[in-house]
């Protein structure tokens, strides 16, 4: 009787891996450990084995309990999702002699790392898609300016810690006109940890003022 011939998952589980691929997954599992997922012996070793890995297989059997990480064909990533996309934790947001805005209608992950340093960052939550209502974003500030705009409801939980810098939170001056065919939502919780040295974070509240005149 014939070998049965591989199916696609088979393949691609099989299928070589790249040293870019493998950086990537060391990243996410430096992030898990960061986060308290894996202890500092877990990660030694799992990036250990993941140096010596030559499949996509074998980094799916590395990652298999953690978020972001690479996935078998068919199986959902661990976490919430939203629209079929994983969103638990962002791309780490790095800035150097150099700006990056997030604004308009764009899906808020869950959790944010900022490093910003002699740049600007900008994140706009007014308009963004929002599928959790508990929202840790941490910003550290280098001779940089980094702006936050939370919804005019949000609750705003803020650590900051500024070193020869400024975190600072500020109410919108002029509010939106209310939309009365708008539904009601609940008040997303915004977990802010600012650091900031030699720089500046500031957290807005409501809409950008040319949302608010009708300019835009």
Do not use: C
């Not at 934790?89 to 490093?115: A, C, Y």
């Not at 006109?177 to 957290?203: C, M, Q, S, W, Y």
């Amino acid at each position: 009787m014939p070998a049965q011939a591989p199916t696609g998952d088979e393949l691609a589980l099989r299928r070589r891996v790249s040293d870019l691929e493998r950086e990537e997954v060391a990243d996410v599992l430096r992030e898990s450990a960061g986060e308290g997922r894996l202890s500092y012996a877990e990660l030694e070793e799992r990036l250990e084995t993941l140096y010596s890995s030559k499949t996509y297989g074998e980094l799916v059997e590395l990652t298999a309990d953690l978020p972001n990480g690479p996935r078998a064909p068919g199986v959902p990533a661990v976490g919430p999702q939203y629209g079929g996309a994983m969103v638990e934790s962002g791309p780490v947001i790095n800035v150097f002699l150099s700006d990056t805005k997030r604004m308009g209608n764009w899906l808020v992950p869950q959790r944010q790392e900022v490093n910003a340093v002699l740049g600007d960052v900008t994140l706009d939550y007014t308009e963004a898609d929002i599928p959790f209502d508990e929202i840790h974003v941490e910003v550290k500030s280098i001779l940089a300016d980094v702006k936050i705009r939370v919804p005019q409801n949000a609750i705003v939980l803020l650590d900051s810690n500024p070193i020869l810098g400024s975190v600072s939170e500020q109410e919108a001056g002029l509010k939106a006109v209310p939309d009365p065919n708008a539904r009601t939502a609940a008040p997303k919780r915004f977990h802010i940890r600012g650091t900031a040295i030699l720089g500046e974070i500031k957290i807005k509240r409501g809409p950008r003022l040319t949302r608010r005149l009708g300019l835009t």
